[in-house]
């Protein structure tokens, strides 16, 4: 995970989540265009003078759409190649920005006075077209002697205070937040895990087929590099962590890209949000939500289906993750439930016809998991405590016809009660609308939730229905955001 050294050592927001209501309930992941990772669908690259004179509109003909060109290095530095690859690249449509190699080693105060030596050289302007300043902070290329390497000698509290004053001046002097390209063993040893820059857009390297594992304090990346070289691109191939849209918008200051803004109810007959706004997660991740502590209330979290990562959270609003792991393969479709009745919910995904559920805790590292087949292509995950014994029961929802297939015994493979209801192509929903301990059905249509108030083993049919939310880009959440034992409506966008 090594970038923009010398050629023999190295080479240097919602609408994106879905397009229309089928992508909702399809949770897919986006087609990828040709060169870049499954998943992905915006290419780009990281160049310095190493990579000579590139062409850069035969560069664009491939599919660059974005990138950073190295502009200086320490105090004295400044690349050669840099302003012909940014200008050529902005002539030719690509986004382009400038990174400075940080050189900690020139002196534990010199964070500020680096950032001013790129801001000197880099032309940065605010047109739009322009990416933020970056920070690029690795292994020092040229040694591998101690004490020198890997963190150039200082300490991880200095190691902090110089990344500090570096990307501080940068918001100062340019009024964005500076970008910082790094990798997870660096970051973690040198700056002993801290976790206070997830302000700064990340770009993370890794080059084994996967973002992996991200640096302490960021739950998503702005983008990956995920090679160090290509046969086909000058510089370091990259890839967009969204939408060409979600592309112009970052590169027109929009440091918090396809955040997911969640607008919570703790009335089922209130339209409106009754609960602060909470951000969590990113576009393309995908909303959930799951009592992860026992305390009775549901908090939010996201599953990231271009890499198959839970980032769960008993305290959303921090922006932070609490527990982060891989579990399934990219492109699994996710769900919660509470597998074993101890009072807190785990997760699970659903791949081809099996349901995969994780029964070790969140918290712990351990994977333990339990499966079973269950409904047939095309359906739906739905998940609740249908009988009130405590334990979640994985069910599924056909969208073509609007039918539920509810089952208490689901390694059985037959539904025990089938019910229709709401439009073909509803949203299906699942929760406990009146405290009874059992789990009941809904869907959403519109900007309308209607909750289906008689148990599923009942033919009757009795409904509390709101208005709620704006019928747009928004995926609805249910969940018990207060503790009080009714589940109750919010949306996502």
Not at 287 to 303: E, H, L, Q
Request: hydrophobic share 35%; aromatic share 12%; proline share 6%.
């Amino acid at each position: 995970m090594f970038r923009r050294l010398s050629p023999t050592i190295r080479l240097r927001r919602l609408a994106a989540v879905m397009a229309t209501a089928l992508s909702l309930l399809a949770l897919g992941v986006r087609p990828a265009e040709a060169a870049v990772p499954p998943g992905y669908t915006v290419g780009g690259t990281d160049v310095s003078n190493h990579a000579g004179t590139i062409d850069w509109a035969q560069t664009a003909a491939k599919g660059v759409r974005f990138g950073w060109a190295k502009a200086t290095e320490g105090l004295d530095f400044v690349d050669a190649q840099y302003s012909a690859n940014y200008r050529n690249a902005k002539a030719n449509g690509v986004y382009i920005g400038a990174y400075a190699f940080g050189r900690p080693d020139k002196g534990v105060n010199t964070g500020k006075a680096q950032a001013d030596w790129l801001i000197a050289h880099a032309q940065y302007v605010n047109d739009g077209r322009t990416l933020p300043l970056q920070l690029d902070i690795e292994w020092p290329w040229w040694t591998t002697a101690a004490p020198m390497y890997p963190c150039y000698g200082l300490s991880t509290s200095q190691m902090v205070t110089w990344i500090r004053d570096f990307v501080d001046q940068v918001k100062a002097r340019t009024g964005r937040e500076a970008s910082i390209y790094t990798n997870p063993n660096w970051w973690n040893q040198c700056t002993g895990r801290n976790a206070s820059f997830s302000a700064n857009p990340l770009e993370t390297s890794n080059y084994s087929g996967s973002p992996g594992t991200l640096p302490a304090g960021w739950s998503r990346f702005t983008a990956w590099q995920y090679a160090g070289s290509s046969s086909t691109l000058p510089g370091s191939p990259t890839v967009f962590n969204g939408s060409a849209a979600d592309l112009a918008a970052f590169a027109a200051g929009g440091n918090s890209l396809g955040v997911l803004d969640f607008y919570l109810s703790d009335s089922q007959s209130s339209s409106v949000a009754t609960r602060p706004v909470v951000h969590y997660g990113n576009s393309p991740m995908v909303p959930i939500r799951g009592d992860w502590d026992g305390d009775g209330k549901d908090t939010v979290s996201a599953f990231d289906p271009t890499t198959a990562t839970f980032y769960i959270s008993d305290t959303p609003e921090t922006g932070q993750a609490s527990y982060t792991f891989r579990y399934g393969d990219p492109g699994a479709v996710p769900f919660v439930g509470d597998w074993d009745g101890d009072g807190k919910d785990n997760v699970g995904v659903r791949m081809g016809l099996t349901f995969y559920m994780r029964t070790s805790p969140v918290t712990s590292g351990t994977e333990t998991t339990t499966s079973v087949a269950y409904g047939d292509p095309g359906m739906l995950p739905v998940v609740g405590d249908w009988n009130g014994d405590g334990k979640d029961t994985v069910s599924a929802y056909d969208p073509k016809s609007g039918t539920f297939y509810i089952s208490d015994t689901p390694q059985t493979g037959q539904a025990a009660y089938v019910v229709r209801y709401g439009d073909a192509n509803a949203v299906p929903l699942a929760g406990d609308w009146d405290g009874d301990g059992k789990d009941n059905i809904g869907v959403r249509m519109g900007i309308g939730f209607y909750l289906r108030t008689s148990p599923v083993t009942s033919a009757t049919e009795t409904t509390v229905s709101v208005p709620y939310g704006d019928g747009g880009a928004e995926l609805p959440i249910t969940g018990d955001w207060d503790g009080d034992g009714k589940d109750s409506q919010g949306v996502v966008r």
